[in-house]
């Protein structure tokens, strides 16, 4: 079973940062097109951030400029960058990976981004 651990989560104030970190014990992110979704009260669940094994990277058009994804494939990780936090942005974020041409992807189980007023 892949499982991933997702962290950065929390209570934050609009303006402000947050970073997300995402990592995995069961696969090798550099086969995989990494993403972060996120879900919120009301609202489908939406692709906010990804990036290929190529380094290829597409953005959800509200977050373009604010937020940041990245990838260390010699650490494992999927960072997501998260700048001038508002609102619109608290939700449920959950890391993901899917294989190059298939339908296999794997989810996490997400970590609860918070905004207050």
């Known amino acids: 079973q892949v499982q991933f651990a997702e962290t950065g989560g929390g209570l934050v104030q609009p303006g402000e940062s947050l970073r997300l970190s995402c990592t995995s014990a069961e696969i090798r992110f550099k086969y995989y097109t990494m993403g972060w979704h996120r879900r919120a009260p009301g609202k489908a669940r939406e692709l906010v951030a990804s990036?290929?094994?190529?380094?290829?990277?597409t953005y959800l058009d509200s977050v373009k400029g604010r937020f940041t994804i990245s990838r260390d494939d010699d650490k494992n990780t999927l960072d997501l960058q998260m700048s001038s936090v508002g609102p619109e942005d608290a939700a449920v974020y959950f890391c993901?990976?899917?294989?190059?041409?298939?339908?296999?992807?794997?989810w996490g189980q997400g970590t609860l981004v918070a905004v207050s007023s």
């Open positions: 990036v290929d094994d190529g380094n290829a990277v």
């Open positions: 993901s990976a899917r294989a190059p041409s298939t339908d296999l992807q794997y």
